[in-house]
């Protein structure tokens, strides 16, 4: 167990529906990462936050939204769901969020979009 | 962007056999780490590792910064050992990693 806890583990919806995955960081981590994983794609950095606030953002598309809780927990939100947004998504997180923290990644959310 | 490339793509390896796995990158970075996805999809990190060399049981790294790039040696390989190996990378003044495509590695009994 990395201490990192992501659910739910799976998820299958269908188009155009919307979808919110839920990452709790280790104990006393302050940043978390999301990250989509796809097969063509690799992966793919998505947002941090950094203590409730948005630090960073990537590939992340205006369908989805995130969010950092004052319970450091955070959430992504997809909306309008498309096929190709079928993917596994993962959750990071790390001490402080600079330069030189190291990730510690939860197990993963498996969505699959039909 | 940083480039992160990974070589070879694809590894078979009889049980018991070595081998080394090579991360080159296209600009400094001040952030390296070494990741095993294991075969359930669980990313498990190995090394964080933005220079010098570590060693952790029959895992050891070491990063080259200074020529861009890095190797993780595997010795006396186990099946467990099956998976994808990704370098990730950061440089300096961003907050996220760059992956590598990963190499895949399947260790046969």
């Known amino acids: 167990d990395s201490g990192v806890t992501q659910t739910p583990k799976h998820l299958i919806t269908a188009t155009g529906q919307r979808v919110t995955l839920r990452c709790s960081p280790r104990s006393g981590d302050l940043s978390v990462y999301w990250y989509q994983q796809s097969l063509d794609q690799g992966l793919q950095f998505l947002i941090q936050?950094?203590?409730?606030?948005?630090?960073a953002k990537g590939n992340i598309l205006e369908r989805f939204s995130a969010q950092q809780f004052p319970d450091l927990h955070s959430e992504l939100n997809l909306s309008s769901l498309e096929l190709g947004d079928s993917a596994l998504y993962f959750c990071?997180?790390?001490?402080?969020?600079?330069?030189?923290?190291?990730?510690?990644f939860g197990s993963g959310t498996r969505l699959t979009v039909v | 962007g940083i480039q992160v490339e990974q070589s070879p793509p694809d590894l078979i390896l009889q049980e018991g056999a070595n081998s080394t796995l090579r991360c080159n990158f296209s600009d400094s970075v001040n952030n390296l780490q070494w990741f095993h996805q294991n075969p359930w999809g669980q990313l498990i990190n190995l090394f964080y590792?933005?220079?010098g060399t570590k060693q952790n049981g029959r895992l050891s790294a070491t990063t080259v910064a200074t020529e861009r790039y890095s190797l993780l040696y595997i010795s006396s390989s186990q099946t467990t050992d099956s998976g994808v190996y990704f370098c990730?990378?950061?440089?300096?003044?961003?907050?996220?990693?760059?992956f590598g495509t990963g190499t895949r590695l399947k260790v046969l009994a």
């Open positions: 990071a997180s790390s001490r402080a969020g600079g330069p030189a923290d190291g990730y510690t």
């Open positions: 936050y950094y203590n409730g606030e948005e630090r």
């Open positions: 990730a990378v950061r440089t300096s003044g961003t907050y996220k990693y760059i």
């Open positions: 590792i933005p220079s």
